[in-house]
């Protein structure tokens, strides 16, 4: 046998699920052991994801439909607290695209785009999706995000990531478009704006997109070529936003392209500290972005979630899922109070974090103060900052969400699982983001009622002379004729009591020598009501046509349910038999 | 071993499984072979279930809002039409309580009683409800109606029961109460309006009940007692309604209660052939009807089948499902053009139906043209009959419907069966008949992922010299520090691959000594794609850790999917077994 590249489990790896305070507070583990080698990795990351965080930041915000300056400010103390009740020491927190895009879909329809209370309901979603997850992971309900499954999140992103795409080409063109809830409106809008295109902010958002796509596949290939230390290829292909921000800027700076172009500029964003901000708490508006909260406070979690597991498990650490529901629960509450909106754990941003060498939760810290700083100092720099440029970096951002490879891998090895994830895909674009995400959760849930209401079942047979009994479909096995033995691969539960009682009726039906029925229940882990009351009538409907019903390898838990009822007793003990042999020689049919 | 009451297997319980153009046309199966004894339980049956139907249909129709000369007419093409194509050849369909509950919670919000409006819109429910079914039928789609498993449904009769017995009041006490869909209302309504009670009315109604109960459970063993034949003690004990009617019509035509005491009576039934009728063809009808429609195929579906199955099997007969979904269909668009409502299979008249000695579906025919009869010439005597003899009759009719020993029973085997029973029973008196049953299906879905989404997972060990294996918390075994084996008791599928991956993680974190974790896979009938992606995480995280993990025991089909996919090389062949031992001995676990 192989033995794969075995090494040292780490202390770490193990203690990290202990209880004690750390528990609650896990920076308590780090900080206790803080080591000064630990500050040189924590400062680089903070300081480039800091680079990369404040030109997103605020593109996202323009994509929840909020003044750039949300993006930023809920990027400060979210980010404090996450790296203080956060159990993933890498993942870096803040506002992303599809949260962002959740934003919009759920305020757009209640308050005017730009208005005060629209800034208010951003607000009072972060404080519900704070208030969801925080009780969710208290009541230790984090088990509830698994009713997402993968490939519902992947139908989900994929379309998500289409429909953001098309609501920047506005910004991108330079064409003023009716916002729609409608995928299909917003693609027949862009057609009939696209004559109103200003060529000058195509140019430079066309350009942007060349530059951060070069940034993403090109620049790193060039680096190592040039025989740089990988530890720095990486933050370097990363800078890309900022370069297209640096750019795009001095064009339009220098050359007055807002004014003799009409490029449109981000303009003014206030300089100072967060503001002290407070949510909304009327029970109405509470009710209508219910809905948006819930779809944050889930596909939220489950995209943090994922990041944080796949990169702790680089580095053995463990990460406790209701632990990271109250981190982000709390730092949605953090968002709520500084003016902020709905942030999550992002997927690019924390592979930075990590590959740049996070060593704990200090490193979220250091990127809050660098980007408290920018608030307070440097955003008179973005004053000229072109639209297209933050368009730009949302489409590359989304472009790589598009998951072709997940469907192609899916389509092969489930169909049913191909198709949650393109009925979620399909009811995204055609009927709306979240209904789309519902649509797919019931599918899914749908599907795999429908999956396990028609049970494999098979009739089995003894292999030579053990005491193995296997599919007569797939071994060379002895029957005898009066007797059947058949295996039912699936618990039994309402939606499959009528199959199997069917099944069965029409297996004998079908061998009018058959005196004797075994039922093997090797597979069967719970046996529900309905089931209970089927059985019971398919032993008596057997019993009228002279068969005899038996049942042989209950399990123990299930064994116990039924002679709690009186079922054992009913039946008679004799029609249990522990193991198919002991039936099969009980009714004289193998020795 | 007890060898049970065993007779021959007949070979009509075979046979009619059979193709050919009587697995359509049922009727050609009994028809080709139709004798003279036959005719004689057939006529009997026929006349006393016509008895029993025609003061039901009339309080059915008064029940579902409807005048009483509709429940007549639902009661004569619907039953040839499923004399001909049912497969259940004692099943007595017609107007019943629950459905015209239904129908009433359907139109009612749609039309004001007693309009015209009304009358159609309960033609065009029969209509949506006979293709709703007949299309399920030809399509197959009858185990659909799985989802409604037992306990929802007996949640639901029993609130249903209620509800109707409810709405019975103001007929029994001669009250006039505002309709409600709500059942708080209606009961504080009918505290209300009590002090208006009509004291003659009540009188009848009551003793009308108490006459009803006596022959329900006093009369037979009377009958028993003075020594009467078998064959004529249930049919005796069936002529209650009958009674009741007569002795109702009399007291209030003798003494004119209806001029002198108010009492309400049915009044003028028109007499002749049922019209011919149309149902509305407006779409924004039907897609007001469509939930009632829903409900109604499905609910009257299951009620059908069940005591179709439940007669059936006591004569070694055979009901399909999809056929039965077809002739219920294909009757109520009988209903649609003869001016009936939606109809299906009765319990109680079938039951006696069957008692009564019908053979085959001649005896639905022959019930069909005594109701003809009844309602060309018979409709005069209606005239005087007390609204509250109708009442009485459904009162005592649905009383039996409040299913208490089912709760017990489910209570005592199930808790999830109960709750969901619970919630099912408790929406529909709190929120609606409707919403009530959709409750429940919810639930009942979301308790059977519950239970799925933690599995049962046993470490196993080795039982003495053999090769079984064995949960170590349940039997003496053998076990060895490096290696674990544990197993899953479910499929692996998205809402539990989560905890089977911290399960797992777990068990190592705890066991710093195990190299090598083996799972086995004898009760895992799929895995689905979300739990392929956690499994290869899974494998990797315990790789980094210095864990080596195996698969063991593996199902034929299951497998065969992991190698399309490519799973089984990517882990290595070596690391999958065939059985637990098998495994065990490759780890130097034993020998």
Tied chains: 1, 2.
Excluded at 174 to 203: C, D
Excluded at 282 to 301: D, H
Excluded at 363 to 369: E, F
Aim: hydrophobic share 55%; charged share 15%; glycine share 8%.
């Amino acid at each position: 046998m192989t033995t794969l590249n075995r090494v040292k489990k780490p202390a770490v790896w193990r203690s990290d699920a202990a209880g004690g305070p750390a528990r609650y507070f896990p920076f308590l583990k780090w900080l206790l052991h803080y080591q000064r080698q630990d500050l040189v990795g924590d400062l680089l990351a903070g300081l480039i994801v800091t680079i990369m965080l404040v030109p997103q930041a605020m593109a996202y915000a323009l994509l929840a439909g909020l003044p750039p300056e949300v993006g930023l400010y809920a990027s400060i103390v979210p980010l404090i607290i996450y790296g203080l009740l956060g159990t993933s020491r890498t993942l870096a927190v803040g506002p992303v695209a599809i949260v962002s895009l959740l934003v919009a879909t759920g305020v757009a329809p209640l308050a005017e785009q730009g208005s005060a209370l629209y800034i208010q309901l951003a607000l009072t979603l972060a404080l519900l999706v704070g208030l969801i997850q925080f009780l969710m992971g208290v009541v230790k309900l984090g088990f509830l995000v698994n009713f997402l499954s993968h490939p519902v999140l992947a139908g989900f992103t994929s379309a998500a990531a289409i429909v953001i795409g098309f609501s920047q080409l506005k910004h991108l063109l330079g064409i003023s478009m009716p916002r729609s809830e409608n995928f299909i409106e917003q693609v027949l809008a862009a057609v009939e704006h696209a004559p109103e295109t200003n060529g000058i902010t195509m140019a430079i958002g066309l350009a942007s997109i060349a530059i951060l796509f070069y940034f993403k596949n090109g620049l790193g290939r060039l680096l190592r070529r040039a025989r740089l230390a990988e530890s720095l290829v990486v933050p370097l292909t990363k800078t890309g936003p900022l370069v297209v921000v640096l750019l795009g800027t001095l064009a339009v700076l220098l050359l007055g392209l807002d004014k003799t172009a009409g490029v449109k500029i981000v303009g003014d964003v206030p300089a100072g500290l967060p503001p002290l901000s407070l949510p909304s708490i009327s029970p109405g508006i509470w009710l209508a972005l219910l809905p948006a909260a819930l779809t944050i406070s889930f596909v939220g979690f489950m995209e943090s979630i994922s990041v944080a597991k796949s990169l702790a498990s680089k580095r053995r650490q463990k990460i406790e899922s209701n632990q990271e529901l109250i981190a982000l629960g709390v730092a949605n509450l953090g968002a709520t109070f500084t003016g902020g909106y709905p942030v999550t754990g992002g997927f690019s941003r924390s592979v930075v974090n990590f590959a740049a060498g996070a060593n704990t939760g200090l490193a979220s810290i250091i990127t809050a103060l660098l980007i408290l700083l920018t608030v307070i100092f440097l955003t008179p720099l973005f004053f000229f900052l072109p639209q297209t440029v933050l368009a730009a970096i949302i489409l590359v951002a989304v472009a790589g969400l598009i998951d072709v490879k997940t469907f192609k891998h899916v389509w092969k090895y489930n169909k049913a699982d191909a198709v949650s994830l393109l009925a979620t895909f399909g009811a995204v674009l055609l009927v709306g983001v979240e209904t789309g995400i519902l649509v797919g959760v019931a599918a899914a849930i749908l599907l795999f009622i429908w999956r396990t209401s028609r049970p494999h079942m098979a009739v089995v047979g003894r292999i030579g002379q053990t005491e193995t009994y296997r599919n007569v479909l797939r071994h060379p096995v002895q029957t005898c004729p009066h007797a059947i033995a058949v295996r039912v691969d699936q618990s039994l539960y309402f939606a499959n009591t009528k199959y199997l009682e069917d099944s069965i009726l029409q297996m004998v039906a079908d061998r009018p020598e058959v005196k004797h029925v075994v039922l093997i229940g090797i597979a069967v882990n719970f046996i529900d009501a309905s089931a209970l009351e089927t059985l019971e009538s398919l032993i008596h409907e057997l019993r009228d046509a002279g068969v005899d019903f038996y049942l042989a390898d209950i399990k123990g838990p299930v064994m116990d349910r039924l002679k709690t009822i009186g079922f054992v007793e009913a039946v008679g003990t004799d029609h249990f038999f522990l193991s198919t042999h002991e039936a099969m020689v009980a009714l004289n049919c193998t020795n």
